[in-house]
């Protein structure tokens, strides 16, 4: 049994750029075939398809045949316990709607977590070819570019990126939160992938992003590559972005937001 206990994470890296770039051409060429025969999963808008399934097994085949001591975790049920120091978390299709609805906003999402701590972390959008990437310490890149959060802002002037869940009683209080929080910031975004939404935070594209509900296979690269553009990632108590509840936002933001999101109940169902 392999005892891989200080793995590279630019290898790791390059090894996650490799599959999720062939995994995200791939789901691209499955699509008409794979909207045709979508079905659902916790609820009847909860969308899978065989693309989510086609992709997973690619990139499990893919991450065993060069580390196959390592452990596995996908969003459609790869599960494999191995002896390394490294767990692979894998969201085949991020923003399954998206792609079943033929919105040009998912993403393929894989990161390699050491112990509890996530060394490198890959997104892949390849409806428009844009490739993130980021390794612990060492910054995050799209197609090569350095990223940067945006520079610090108001709340009242924030760009915030959101997502909903899958019930009908947490998108009840989900809308009462953003019904109160329209009114202290510019305004939301809903772009329907968690991944690529952390990227939107690392890009400057928005100012900030936060969701209730979300998997560690949904937010474990993008909290990454949000991170090391210099985001502030965590709960609203202080601690690190839990299963349950992400916010991501500058530093400066961080705080006011996270205060607005505690007082109107956000982590709460
Ligand atoms: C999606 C998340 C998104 C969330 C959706 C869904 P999936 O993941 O990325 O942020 O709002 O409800 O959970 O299911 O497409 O992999």
Redesign the pocket.
């Known amino acids: 049994m392999s005892t891989d206990v200080d793995p590279d994470p630019e290898k790791l890296a390059d090894l996650a750029v490799e599959l999720a770039t062939a995994a995200g051409h791939r789901v691209v060429e499955l699509a008409d075939t794979a909207r045709a025969t979508a079905s659902t999963k916790s609820t009847a808008t ?1 969308p899978v398809t065989d693309a989510d399934r086609v992709a997973e097994a690619m990139i499990t085949d893919g991450l065993l045949s060069v580390r196959p001591d390592d452990s596995i975790v996908g ?1 459609e049920g790869a599960s494999h316990q191995g002896g390394t120091a490294v767990t692979w978390h894998i ?1 085949p ?5 998206n792609y079943v609805y033929g919105i040009p906003a998912f993403s393929v999402s894989i990161a390699a977590e050491v112990g509890d701590q996530v060394v490198a972390g890959v997104v892949f959008n390849p409806s428009v070819d844009e490739l993130y990437r980021a390794t612990i310490g060492a910054g995050s890149t799209c197609n090569g570019e350095r990223l940067r959060v945006r520079p610090a802002t108001e709340l009242a002037t924030a760009l915030v990126a959101t ?4 019930t009908a009683p947490r998108r009840r209080h989900q809308g009462r939160v953003i019904a109160e929080l329209l009114g202290r910031i510019r305004d939301i975004r809903r772009f ?4 690529l ?1 952390l990227c939107a935070v690392a890009t400057g594209r928005v100012d900030a992003y936060y ?1 209730l509900g ?1 998997n560690r296979w ?1 937010l474990a690269a993008g909290a990454l590559i949000a991170s090391e553009a210099g985001a502030s990632v965590g709960n609203l108590d202080g601690g690190p972005p839990l299963d349950g509840f992400l916010l991501a936002a500058g530093p400066e933001l961080f705080g006011p937001l996270r205060s607005a999101l505690r007082e109107l109940g956000a982590d709460r169902e």
């Open positions: 909860d969003e969201d299709i991020d923003g399954t709607t997502g909903f869940g899958y329907g992938s968690a991944a939404d969701e979300l949904d």
